[in-house]
């Protein structure tokens, strides 16, 4: 199972040179699961893709300005959609239920801080997502843009960091992309879905001008498979 995770950086519906270079990019990687943030509902991966999307943002959100169709998260799986499930914020987070190779699992597609690591639209949505996921049933995967480091530079503090680590930890998830250095985009899964299996991830990098994250990839094995 291939999990792919990238911040966009806000591409416009109009900009088709770079939304083409994106979808290119994702093809090539040919993904089973997408987690976009920073996205535009106008990117589209054809008829073999599920999606789930965050609403659409307004024109004037919050003080900032937002061009057509821009939303903050997708989500696309190849593996079959079964439910929507309901987060604390339409407009940050999405969820879905889907039924994998390895069984099911809730894909909860996140950015927390929409306008970087500090301040206090991440204080919030970080705790926010925390409950959802306290209160989420069955196997979960965490993905997206975290606006957390685990490993070299400490954003946005090590303090943040530390008590996100103790956080996955107690809830059993697995921080699949914690050793990739500087990286602020992450993907965890619980520890009972990675039994018996083994993971690995990589980093794709990404010309500036399309975007300024890379773009991650985590792959998950039966054992016997690899």
């Keep these: 199972m291939k999990i792919l995770s990238w911040n966009l950086e ?4 109009n900009q088709t040179t770079k939304t083409e270079k994106i979808k290119s990019l994702i093809h090539s ?11 535009n509902l106008c990117l589209d991966f054809g008829e073999k893709y599920f999606s789930l999307h965050t609403s659409a943002l307004p024109s004037i ?3 900032q300005n937002y061009s057509e169709g821009e939303n903050r998260v997708s989500i696309y799986s190849n593996f079959p959609f079964k439910e929507q499930i309901s987060t604390y914020d339409s407009y940050t987070t999405v969820c879905g239920l889907f039924e ?16 970087g690591g500090r301040g206090s639209h991440f204080e919030s949505d ?3 997502q925390k409950k959802d996921l306290i209160n989420m049933k069955g196997n979960i995967c965490f993905s997206g843009d975290f606006n ?8 946005p503090s090590a303090k943040v960091i530390d008590e996100t680590k103790e956080f996955f930890n107690k ?6 992309t914690k050793d990739i250095k500087d990286s602020a985009i992450h993907t965890a899964i619980n520890k009972d879905f990675l039994s018996g299996k083994i993971y690995r991830s990589k980093v794709i990098e990404i010309d500036k001008k399309i975007s300024d994250h890379n773009l991650i990839i985590c792959e998950i094995f039966n054992k ?3």
């Design 29 to 39: 990687a040919d993904p089973d699961i997408i987690v976009l943030t920073e996205s």
């Design 148 to 155: 957390i480091t685990f490993s070299g530079w400490k954003y």
């Design 126 to 128: 970080l705790q926010q």
């Design 171 to 176: 809830q059993n998830l697995e921080i699949l």
């Design 100 to 115: 994998t190779p390895f069984g099911e699992i809730n894909i909860y597609g996140s950015i927390i801080g929409g306008f």
């Design 10 to 13: 806000r591409p416009k519906k």
């Design 61 to 63: 959100y919050e003080n």
């Design 224 to 226: 016997n498979q690899h």
